[in-house]
């Protein structure tokens, strides 16, 4: 069985070492976390029955590793992790570094070992439903919801994350909206976005994509209770799928319920009833089972989402910060600055 170590201790290694127990198909070897003596990472470790590692240690006891520490460590542990001869596959949370230049260095360092980029909503159910049916449509309309409660972290912690509401859980949503729109971003409208203290909290904005398509987004922070949608709708049919709590698709106003631990990707198929695990119901499950046949395969199954595909979520909000400081200017992902993070766009006088 493939044995997988998860480095982080905070909500998302949470969320990824549950998983990794319940999709049965891998042992947890153990956590990691920056410090060795992690009070939480010891919390992590008890709860799940397993033990407290040094992410030296994980490289040589598990064959695939998940990285979900703060994103300001991310790089110098993956530059760790590159160095194993053991491991066989990495996945990693979104965005692997803080910016497009970062993640560059990252797949220079992994240039022998799969990658993928941690995005569990392209993995559940619900949402492939959703993706299958808009791969049917040619959508005149695609949009995101985004509404979340402002984080509990002051804005010294929002820097050291990378930014506002464009990067606090949306890198995990884009790879939805991309896929639905069916080509690569190539440019950002910001038509409304509200700053406090230099950090994004509302954002609405429009992406165009390579294949004329466009779809909005709207961002918030203030929700009491969170909330995210994706909807796309032609003449004939709308698609819709609600993920919080759990992923509900609905096509032409009908809920279709799934199987919250299917693989399918979606054909007409109803089922009896909705699988009551959210882990498995928001896609967390199955991408352990993706992580454990990226590994399994030797390199011969290609990571989906690999980290050029996830570093769009990073582009699509630099390019988004620099279209809020032109005023909302349409901005071609093209111009944004490798060198810098979102924030740093948003807040550098000198980026123009």
Known sequence: MITVGIVGAGRAATLHAEAVRAAGSARLAGVAARSSDSPRAAALAEALNSRVLTVGQLTEACDAVVVAAPPQARAE????????????????????????????????????????????????????????????????????????????????????????????????????????????????????????????????????????????????????????????????????????????VEINGVPESIPAGSSDHGTGRRAAERAPNPLAALGYANQIDYLVQVASDSGRARPRPDLATASSALAISAAAALSIRRNGVETSLSETPSSLSPLEILTNPSVA
């Open 77 to 248: 542990i993956l530059c760790e992790l590159a160095e194993s001869p053991k491991l066989k596959a990495v996945m990693v949370e979104s965005p692997a570094a803080a910016t497009l230049d970062g993640v560059t260095q990252i797949q220079a360092a992994f240039s022998e070992l799969p990658v993928v980029a941690a995005a569990n909503l392209m993995h559940a159910p619900a949402v492939r439903r959703m993706l299958n049916a808009t791969a049917a449509m040619d959508p005149h309309h695609l949009q995101m919801r985004l509404s979340l409660p402002t984080p509990a972290g002051g804005a010294d912690d929002r820097r050291a994350f990378g930014g506002g509401v464009m990067m606090d859980q949306t890198p995990g949503f884009w790879p939805v909206l991309l896929t639905a729109l069916g080509a690569g971003a190539e440019s950002v409208e910001v038509q409304r976005f509200e700053i406090d203290d230099g950090i994004d909290h509302v954002v609405d904005l429009t992406i165009r994509a390579a294949n004329g398509r466009r779809a909005a987004a709207a961002l918030r922070w203030g929700a009491s209770v969170a909330e995210a949608s994706f909807e796309a709708a032609d003449s004939r049919r709308v698609a819709r799928v609600d993920v919080w709590p759990t992923p509900a």
